[in-house]
């Protein structure tokens, strides 16, 4: 078995590497008492699944100590008692509940999630309303990240980035450039090249990625208001009519890009509208053009509508003019 602890500062280490015949109340309480000898004092919460042996073991030798039910198990859990046919949309809702700011938000998402599936799937309810206490304990450590302590799974995954760069001469240009190669980040190897200062050492080349993954970001946001909202083809009569419109543009702009994932059916319904958008994500992922995409395929899958309406206005001048005699 392994054990894994969490300070303060969110940082995880190795805290045991043991051989265990069985996961009874004996076993677990043995492992508990060496790590005590080796220095481990106390304990403020403990995650696990659901076993018998370590809930009882936690509650020997950690006194005080709160338990986490961990968040993964427990979906399988219930996931275990949903037809296989159904289990996509109920997990799409069903994990929304442990991604939710605070504990209170997260028992309203479980509370409307039992509403609407209490009478079709009653066993898998029924396992949901036993342990969920249980396992929004994690909710009480606001301080360290949520993602750390709610499962037992791992959530660091290593990845080995390896960078380089090389000095270039383009064709017909004096200036000299340089390619960066980082790879790591994909199947395939991101390239940049650039006529920025570089020196040859990793945090500069490192420093340079950074500027340019920050600078698509802006671009893919700009370009989403832009087209989106098609800002270009718009004219308005007077300055004040034109403060209004970037108004309502920003409003729409903030609420796609931050109030769909506050909200458990916000979230499920962007993740609907990203897979429509059938788009290949790479870096960067051009989150909110890809939301645009699916957005308009949805719209755009009516035969009437909005669809309709958007095909006789692309009849009309493109930009109309501003005074008619």
């Avoid at 677990?28 to 073991?57: E, N």
């Avoid at 962007?270 to 395929?297: M, T």
Wanted: aromatic share 8%; glycine share 6%; hydrophobic share 40%.
């Amino acid at each position: 078995m392994i054990a894994c602890g969490v300070n303060q500062a969110g940082n995880r280490e190795i805290l045991a590497v043991e051989p265990m015949f069985d996961e009874s109340e004996d076993s677990w309480s043995l492992f508990f008492r060496k790590l005590k000898s080796r220095g481990m004092k106390r304990t403020a919460l403990v995650v696990s699944d659901a076993h018998s042996g370590i809930q009882a073991a936690v509650r020997k030798e950690w006194l005080g100590a709160s338990w986490q039910r961990g968040k993964v198990h427990f979906m399988r859990n219930i996931l275990a008692r949903v037809p296989h046919r159904e289990k996509a949309r109920f997990a799409a809702h069903l994990k929304q509940i442990w991604l939710e700011p605070d504990k209170k938000s997260a028992r309203r998402a479980a509370t409307a999630l039992i509403d609407d599936y209490g009478k079709r799937f009653p066993e898998a309810i029924r396992c949901l309303e036993e342990g969920l206490d249980d396992s929004l304990s994690f909710y009480d450590f606001p301080e360290i990240d949520k993602k750390r302590i709610s499962s037992t799974n791992g959530q660091e995954r290593l990845v080995h980035l390896a960078c380089g760069m090389r000095k270039v001469r383009l064709p017909n240009r004096k200036e000299e450039s340089t390619l960066i190669v980082v790879k790591g980040f994909g199947e395939e190897p991101l390239m940049i090249l650039t006529n920025l200062p570089v020196r040859r050492s990793r945090k500069s080349i490192w420093h340079v990625v950074q500027s340019y993954i920050t600078r698509w970001r802006i671009e893919d946001v700009i370009r989403f208001v832009k087209q989106s909202y098609r800002l270009e083809d718009m004219r308005c009569l007077t300055y004040h009519r034109l403060q209004a419109l970037m108004v309502l543009v920003t409003a729409a702009a903030y609420f796609a890009a931050v109030c769909l994932g506050l909200r458990m059916n916000l979230r499920v319904l962007a993740g609907h509208v990203l897979r429509a958008s059938k788009r290949v994500f790479g870096i960067p992922d051009f989150r909110l053009s890809a939301l645009a995409d699916g957005i308009r395929q949805f719209l755009y899958s009516q035969t009437q509508g909005l669809k309709k309406l958007l095909e006789l206005q692309n009849r009309l001048p493109i930009q109309p003019k501003l005074f008619y005699p």
